[in-house]
């Protein structure tokens, strides 16, 4: 038999040894499981008015430098290492004629991209909804800002020990039984905050009890596989500055199924590739019995 | 490649003499090195060692045109996805050579692999370099692994993968050392390796494309695919047989006066039986870049811009080569079909590049261009590569008809 004991043994050393790897495991399975009371923010921009309080509520809460008080809204600003929210002025007025504004930050997804694809899962999505980051574990690969679809996570290139910022969702705010800053600070309700279940409730009935209202759709409902930041508005929400080319569904189980070949390959590769070599032996020495493998070199 | 045991050198001072300086006298050594070749190479790396200073002094941002919306740049494009894909020759000619059985490759194997180490080795400097905290690049494997992520799978390949490619190579460095009954013992564990090595590098080229499976809104649907795992895998063998051929014959020019003729290498035979497979190879990849296009369902994005640049790469760099790699082999062309190997291997940059860097974040106004210092240490990186392959080549017993210095008269 063209296979004899020291190949096999060594064989199964290679199947064993790669099948033996860490296996990535199913991308969802190691995001934790959200709670049924996970947190979230309906934002009604029908009630933002641009004041920009939740802007400076997050500044202070989060010991960063105080935004520009003065800000032209003509031009889109983006959330940056040193400010995790910034308020826009969207592109259309609605109905009545009024300026519209949406306020930007982490969307803490469901399902964030970012947590599945972090290689030491220095972000994390908790139970209770916010993505946390652990600033003593990432080391700087970035693949957290290549694979979200907002475009959250900011780095800072300036720094010698640079690290990922964006919004913490006021986590620890959250744990001591307080709604995050810039919630509190609004001094509209343009910001409500509560469980995902109920606020997607609480938009649904605002937009069906309000029909030419409001447009029929909840931003964050199904983006991404949902968020937990849920925006409502009269106007377009693309016109909003809200990112855009959102797919309706996970990113990680575009990861995950991306990943669903690899048990096979470690698995099935070795034996595979053993058997075309054994093969290709007893086609070079038909009837010739075992070898020794020293043949092979020079 | 058969060679003699001989007696080992009888004094340090010689050995030094006869392993490092190529038998010379350490003053002649030195002047030898005073090529024009080489002065080119010092002045890259008068240049770039300074930006490599620079970027571990002053941080990611002083030396490079990173930002918040392209955190990918010239480093992870070229040194890190490209760097793997044209690494390639190393599993591929040993798989051809030992699961296949093909002992035409025999000759060229040796430096496929170290070509294919040298490349990894210079995949995990270029990541040193990009990483924003390099010295925690073993926290995934030892503190917090995330599991679910693609990188992870892509750094545990790779890690295992140097130590394969590190045993692979060790023959010729035992040899060369006169290490033999450690040779021996390696020689032992040849088949497990290759085939621990074929399939760590099927999972992490096909992992690098995992990497924008995830990023649909930000990569042209041009290059988007949920397939892009296969595309890469596949396009990686045919970066690794261009890659086999334009190295086997710049070595071959290179250390041409060094090498013993009687060792009657057919590195035609070699070079047309590899660009058969790239025939093949690569027309198999446009079929199933064109079965991702089929499925996207995007023919719309033909007629424009992108279209014509994606049309480029596949019919240009992809097709082209194959065809022509088909006529070499007819025509017993040799020359037609290191061409085909130059097209073969820019065509897979491309598309790395593409995927990576070009292509992706495509909806953006502003776009990347990378900053002078980041091309130097690219620059750096590579010529660090290439001397250190030169080098090792000039001394260890890698190409066939190495002559042994203790030959030389």
Known sequence: MPLDRRKLLKLAAAAGATAALPGPGGARAALSRPSKDARAVLVDTTNCVGCRSCEMACSEANKLPEPASDVDFESARATGPNQFTVVNKGAVKSPAGDDRFAKTQCMHCVEPACAAGCVVRALEKTENGPVIYHANRCLGCRYCMVACPFGVPKYEYGKAAPIVRKCTFCAERQAAGKPPACVEACPNEALVFGSRAELLVEAKKRVYANPGKYVPHIYGEEEAGGTSWLYISDVPLESLRLPGLIEQRSYPEMAERALSGVPFVITLWPPFLVGLWAMSKRRKAPGAGPRTEEEHHE | ?409
Not at chain 2, 270 to 280: C, M, Q, R, V
Request: glycine content about 8%; aromatic content about 12%.
């Open chain 2, 1 to 409: 490649m058969s060679e003699q045991v001989l007696a080992r050198p009888d004094s340090a001072a010689a050995w030094v003499r006869e392993k490092l300086f190529l038998g010379l006298e350490p003053r002649t050594y030195v002047r030898s090195l005073l090529t024009p070749a080489n002065l080119v190479i010092a002045a890259i790396l008068a240049a770039g060692l300074p930006c490599l200073v620079l970027r571990f002094a002053k941080g990611l941002g002083a030396v490079s045109n990173l930002s918040q919306s392209y955190p990918w740049g010239l480093w992870v494009a070229f040194d890190v996805v490209s760097g793997v894909a044209l690494a390639a020759g190393g599993y591929t000619v040993a798989c051809a050579v030992f699961v296949f059985g093909q002992k035409l490759y025999l000759p060229v194997l040796r430096a496929a692999i170290l070509t294919g180490f040298l490349g990894y080795v210079l995949v995990l400097l270029g990541l040193l370099v990009d990483l924003g905290q390099p010295w925690r690049l073993p926290y995934q494997f030892f503190l917090t692994p995330g599991t679910t992520a693609v990188m992870y799978e892509v750094g545990w390949c790779v890690f295992l993968y140097l130590i394969v490619l590190a045993l692979e190579f060790a023959p010729a460095a035992l040899e060369w050392l006169g290490l033999d009954r450690l040779r021996k013992l390696l020689g032992g564990l040849t088949t497990g390796i290759i085939v621990l090595g074929v399939t760590l590098s099927t999972l992490h080229q096909s992992s690098l494309g995992a990497f924008f499976v995830m990023t649909p809104g930000k990569l042209h649907p041009l290059w988007y695919s949920p397939f892009l795992p296969v595309f890469f895998f596949i396009s990686s063998i045919a970066a690794g047989i261009g890659m086999v051929i334009f190295e086997s014959w710049v070595s071959h020019h290179a250390f041409d006066s060094r090498l013993d003729r009687k060792a009657h290498v057919d590195l035609d035979g070699i070079t047309l039986g590899l660009s058969k497979a790239g025939a093949i190879v690569l027309f198999a990849y446009f079929f199933i870049r064109l079965q991702g296009l089929a499925a996207s369902g995007r023919w719309d994005l033909l007629p424009t811009g992108w279209g014509a640049w994606w049309g480029f790469e596949m019919l240009v760099l992809v097709l082209l080569p194959s065809f022509l790699f088909a006529a070499a082999v007819r025509r017993l062309d040799v020359r037609l079909a290191r061409a085909a190997a130059v097209l073969t291997v820019l065509g897979v940059l491309v598309n790395r590049f593409n995927v990576s860097l070009i292509a992706f974040n495509w909806t953006l106004p502003n776009r990347y261009v990378p900053a002078l210092a980041e091309v130097l240490i690219s620059l750096t990186l590579v010529t660090l590569g290439v001397v250190i392959f030169r080098w090792i080549v000039g001394r260890m017993p890698v190409l066939p008809g190495h002559v042994d210095l203790r030959h030389h008269s």
